[in-house]
């Protein structure tokens, strides 16, 4: 499991382990437990595993795809509602997160289901103040699951509640009032009890976090972060993300331009304000990119099935001319620029598992799953414009797209890229013989690595013990140290294990 990950996967389980649901730490927590609740559910129904730990945010992307077909159906119609659903899911960071016991994932589905149900209300005023009660209850589960990050998405949807008021009058609705505050009452249950419990620190804790966020930027990551990271996280389709914005602004949408258009920019500059910038912070974003990319892609598909012209067309006016012959080009320097690509990532990949080192081989399955890929938009344009192959229609070529980025996703699940981070430990862990001094003996910590401890907290039933020194763990007693510590140690000890730079040892009596 990944480190951030395993920091809610085992306070989730310290809850289910004390069965203390609401006070389970020693001082009051920083962040609401919506998302300990679920996966602490998920442990009562599964067992604890990561697989349990990872099962809401798995239901809530397969969810949010619904919601994105959904949405971009009313927006754009069937056929670009279903290709924004199929790019989503070959959105890497989309993906990865969708396979991480986070909140991310689950806090975007409430942002989808509100933004659907603003919409359902003007479409079905019939059912006005059920779709109005929907949009307030998961904007208030919102906050229950991420905390204040949800008013960034409330903000976003401003404009459109405030500019287009005169014709949905969501602002003067009380039941989407009534809705939101029904979402917020296990927030305000739980700090209820949590004020009991730690008195006013249960609330200078949620402030003093979202404050400390906003204030410093812990990682050094600059106000241009997600300019280049979101292009990266979900290459290529931030590109056609970039061509179908264009392509909306040109041809907006006469009823929903400032959810389409104005949400996701809004939230983006936003994001970019915050201090702290981390790459999933923008993952309500992503769902948008899918939106846009299918519009650009579909652009440049039509594009693709009208063809390059043999000569000009006899016009008047020059400039339109070139541009139309610019734009007619521009399917095929795709097709043959990615083209290019794919061939580079296959000779690039043969030479590393010919003569690459046993750690990069298996980055080179990814290239070369890709590479392969990519060779298929070529094959398709020659086919087609130079072979006669007319049945190769632009869906053909739009799946050209498609069909690389699933292969290398799925290169990188079938080596563990997608959840299986830590190999090493996890076999480790699984030994007969460590699970079961894991699950019966308490474990020390002497002066270990932060996000090991994170890690062993989740898969270790009795809570660990951190310690400054060896000689305070007592005789026959089981401590987790470095490698490099084992010869320097004055007490007699057993080793039980070794894994990566670490060792399971027991002290024993002298």
């Not at 927590?29 to 129904?45: D, E, V």
């Not at 795809?65 to 790019?87: Q, R």
């Not at 812990?218 to 996280?233: E, M, R, S």
Request: charged share 10%; net charge positive; glycine share 8%.
């Amino acid at each position: 499991m990944a480190h951030d990950e395993a920091l809610y996967a085992s306070r989730a389980r310290l809850m289910f382990d004390s069965g203390n649901w609401i006070t389970p730490w020693e001082r009051a927590h920083h962040k609401t437990p919506g998302l300990y609740w679920l996966i602490a559910s998920f442990y009562r129904l599964f067992g604890i595993n990561d697989t349990s730990a990872r099962l809401p945010s798995m239901i809530a992307g397969i969810l949010s795809l619904l919601l994105v077909y959904e949405i971009g159906k009313i927006l754009l119609g069937k056929k670009l509602a279903w290709l924004a659903a199929a790019i989503l899911s070959v959105e890497f960071l989309w993906l990865q997160y969708c396979r991480l016991s986070t909140p991310d994932v689950p806090m975007v589905l409430l942002v989808l289901l509100a933004i659907l149900a603003l919409i359902k209300t003007e479409l079905h005023p019939k059912y006005y103040y059920f779709w109005s009660f929907i949009a307030g209850l998961s904007l208030g589960l919102g906050f229950l699951v991420r905390s204040f990050m949800i008013f960034l998405p409330i903000i976003a949807l401003c404009p459109y509640l405030i500019w287009e008021h005169r014709r949905h009058r969501h602002l003067t609705n009380p039941i989407l009032y009534l809705g939101f505050f029904v979402g917020l009452m296990p927030t305000f249950i739980w700090l209820w009890f949590s004020w009991l419990h730690y008195g006013n620190q249960s609330f200078e804790e949620l402030l003093k976090f979202v404050l400390d966020l906003s204030s410093e930027d812990h990682y050094q990551n600059g106000a241009f972060f997600y300019v280049w990271n979101i292009p990266l996280k979900a290459f290529p389709w931030a590109f056609f993300g970039v061509l179908g914005l264009f392509v909306t602004l040109r041809r907006p949408l006469p009823r929903y331009q400032l959810i389409l258009v104005g949400f996701p920019l809004i939230l983006f500059c936003e994001l970019s304000l915050f201090t702290t910038r981390l790459s999933h912070y923008s993952l309500c974003v992503y769902p948008f990119i899918a939106l846009f990319a299918s519009v650009g892609l579909n652009w440049l598909g039509n594009i693709y099935q009208i063809g390059i012209p043999q000569q000009l067309p006899l016009q008047k006016d020059k400039i339109n001319a070139l541009n139309l012959f610019a734009r007619k080009n521009l399917s095929r320097n795709l097709s043959y620029g990615f083209g290019g690509l794919g061939v580079l990532l296959v000779i690039a990949s043969i030479i590393v598992l010919g003569w690459g080192g046993s750690d990069i081989r298996k980055y080179a399955i990814i290239g070369l799953a890709m590479g392969l890929g990519w060779l298929i938009l070529p094959v398709i344009w020659i086919s087609r414009y130079h072979f006669g192959k007319k049945f190769l229609t632009a869906r053909y070529w739009i799946a050209g797209w498609l069909i690389p980025c699933w292969l290398g996703l799925a290169a990188m699940g079938s080596i563990g890229l997608l959840s299986d981070y830590n190999p090493a430990l996890r076999v480790f862990l699984q030994q007969s013989a460590i699970a079961s001094i894991l699950q019966t003996h308490p474990i020390y910590f002497v002066q270990t690595d932060g996000k090991i401890q994170v890690l062993l907290n989740f898969y270790i039933s009795i809570h660990d013990q951190p310690i400054a020194s060896i000689s305070q763990v007592p005789a026959f007693g089981y401590a987790w140290i470095y490698t490099e510590q084992s010869p320097k140690l004055s007490r007699p000890h057993r080793i039980l294990g070794t894994v990566k730079e670490y060792q399971l040892i027991q002290i024993l009596p002298y």
